[in-house]
């Protein structure tokens, strides 16, 4: 079974309630297509675990990042653990779909990194898991690298 880990802001979000229900309906939407995904705050979050320490989370999710085949990062928020995890999937070849709003100014940084396989421009969670269905049936996973458009 494949592995999908969803990356996406959690701290000084400015609504983390909307923010992690877009991060579990991408992990339901990769579950109903027979995937296997890992969503951080449902083991991790720092409000509903505050007990866990910043070195197990670091632990945590860059073996999960690691162990990945695919990775689904929201860039809407600005968030340093986010860069980080992209930064251990392009380290280790692992093919990344990018998330965020049409009209937000997103880095050129992460959305140029070479194992970016498609970036999706939504206008609200409804398009942005839409278009995700979209590119994750045309996902290969024994072909990773091989470069989708989003809107193709």
Not at 26 to 48: K, W
Not at 64 to 87: C, H, K, P, R, T
Not at 124 to 146: C, F, G, M, S, V
Request: proline share 7%; with cysteine.
């Amino acid at each position: 079974m494949y592995k999908v880990y969803v990356s996406g802001a959690l701290t000084n979000v400015e609504n983390p309630l909307e923010s992690k229900a877009l991060y579990e309906k991408i992990g339901l939407l990769c579950e109903e297509i027979g995937l296997q995904v890992y969503v951080p705050h449902l083991q991790t979050d720092p409000v509903n675990n505050p007990d866990i320490s910043p070195r197990e989370v670091f632990d945590q999710d860059k073996y999960q990042v690691s162990n990945s085949d695919l990775v689904i990062a929201y860039l809407g928020s600005l968030s340093f653990g986010v860069g980080m995890e992209l930064a251990f999937a392009e380290t280790n070849k692992i093919p990344i779909i990018l998330l965020y709003e049409t009209g937000k100014k997103i880095s050129r940084f992460p959305r140029g990194i070479p194992t970016v396989i498609a970036e999706i421009q939504f206008h609200d969670h409804e398009d942005a898991l839409k278009q995700l269905k979209n590119i994750l049936a045309k996902w290969n996973p024994e072909h990773p690298q091989l470069p989708l458009l989003a809107g193709q």
